[in-house]
């Protein structure tokens, strides 16, 4: 099984901005595409960036412009900028070929 760890979430203030960055626990060359969701309080979880096996990628309407997913070998990573209070979450990256989920990493947006 392939496990995940997500890391680069903490507190920071409206406009500012963070790089979150999800693992594989195995050095192997990762097949499928590579999500990032999240999940804020009281709200369901939703889908925020996805990047496909070719580079292609799609993301949330509210994040569209300010977010950018990338991938490499065996991660991914999310590069949040301009960052707005509604995107306080607790994010999670997704492989869904492996139906692999990380923990989760806290993002606060916050002044």
């Known amino acids: 099984q392939v496990q995940l760890v997500e890391s680069g979430g903490g507190l920071v203030e409206p406009g500012g901005s963070l790089t979150l960055s999800c693992a594989a626990s195995?050095?192997?060359?990762?097949?499928?595409?590579m999500d990032w969701y999240r999940q804020g309080p009281g709200k369901q979880r939703e889908l925020v960036a996805s990047?496909?096996?070719?580079?292609g990628t799609n993301y949330a309407d509210s994040v569209k412009g300010r977010f950018t997913i990338s991938r490499s070998r065996n991660s991914v990573n999310l590069q949040m900028n301009n960052l707005k209070p509604e995107d306080t979450a607790l994010y999670y990256c997704?492989?869904?070929?492996?139906?692999?989920w990380g923990q989760g990493t806290q993002v606060t947006v916050s002044s």
């Open positions: 195995a050095s192997i060359f990762i097949i499928g595409t």
């Open positions: 997704n492989f869904p070929r492996y139906d692999a």
């Open positions: 990047i496909s096996p070719v580079g």
